[in-house]
């Protein structure tokens, strides 16, 4: 192995080390939304939710998603009018004879991380009456299959990353670090386990009114969120690492642009719909925005990572208004919004503002600009940002991917927990929901010293 690739390997590691530092960020987001009487649970659920989610992963997501990165003869797929359409990989399970190879080994490291993410969004929808029995295998379930078996489909070659090949759309079905992948996928795996649980006791009256049910801590929120977003530089850069280190400081602006201005834009709604600051909504407005900059990341300027964080910041206040009040979709933590809505803006704002700079030859895809230069990924806005043409087939591919995930994620979810469901109870009981989890469930409090005051409602219905 050379000395640069020795380098690049170290730096993936790194940069998968910072992923996983995103843990201790939600951990604390995710516990401080929720109430006292419940902290030692959700930590717990994070906590167990790392190691069932990387078992998984080893044993068979990374075998699925990449195939043990052993190329093309390592997939498994079908043929449709003369074209392939890779489905899955089907070596490298238990890393198997991946023992001796560093770059694989590097790249499993990475993914491990991001998929731990994935599985961890939908805990944070489920929050306060997620059984604690039901979380183990949903980790494990949750790598190993769905999450693993879109990411081949679009980074290991499958068939929305074949679009491109296969109809001409583009360059492809294009994700660099997850918009679809982790977040849309694990913000859509929590709708459809909240729709399975219901709502939290007392979350609305009996006229559907939603009630106020305060987190315990915003303190830790709002270090919960900066620790995330560091953590989410790291995400972000990864990718880059393995395919162009040389985009990776316009990668680490874009991603700072991004939260920064949906954070703004976030203050800016609250303050003028509620007259005052919401600091957990300002807090999911920054998440929003590092959720929509993953997949475009590398293919936008600057003003247009500013651009898609500031409608990332916008959409996340009204998506919660909206799940919370019309839908009556009960999301302690605005995990659906900022990860589900966020991360399907970010896969559509690609298709649109792409400025044709990066990405040449993705996906195998060649395609010839003006002067016969070769194109990189354009969106159909493409020249408002310094692109030479426009391409249309590019927003098209990005919207079935975004279809695909939808539909995909939302139905592996719900047969989950519809089947885990008719085998074991997913909701916690009653009479310990109001009591608070900790003590029926873990056994231990996460403040055994105080007095805790529930300010919620379930104690009333």
Known sequence: MSETVAFLTLIVILAGILVLLMQSGFALLVTGLCRAKNAAQIATTNLILYGSSVLGFWMFGFAVLAGGQGGAESEWGIKLFGHPFGFMGRTGFFLSGLAENPEALARFFYFAALVTVAALIPAGVMAERWRFGSVVPYGFWSAALPVALFGNWVWGGGWLAQLGQNLGLGHGFVDFAGSSVIHMAGGTAGLMGTLALGPRLGKYSRDGRPRPMPGHNLTFVIIGTFLVAAGWVGLNIGPALLNAPARMPLIAVNTLLASAAATFAAYLVVRVKFRKPDPSMICNGLLAGLAAICGPCAFVNPTGAVLIGAVAGVLVVYSV????????????????????????????????????????????VHKSGKQGAELGV????????????????????????AVACLAFSGLAAWAWFKVFGAIKPL?????????GLDLPEMGAEAYPDFHLTDKGSSSRE
Do not use: K
């Open 321 to 364: 208004l909206f799940l919370e009040g019309t839908m009556r979709v009960d999301d302690p933590v605005g995990a659906i919004s900022v990860h589900g809505v966020g991360g399907a803006w970010g896969i559509v704002s690609l298709g649109l503002l792409a400025d044709g700079t990066f990405g040449a030859g993705w996906n195998g």
């Open 427 to 435: 909701r916690s009981r009653h009479e310990d929901e109001i009591a």
């Open 378 to 401: 354009t969106g159909l806005l493409g020249p408002l940002f310094g692109a030479p043409t426009s391409d249309a087939s590019q927003f098209l591919a990005q919207l079935i991917g």
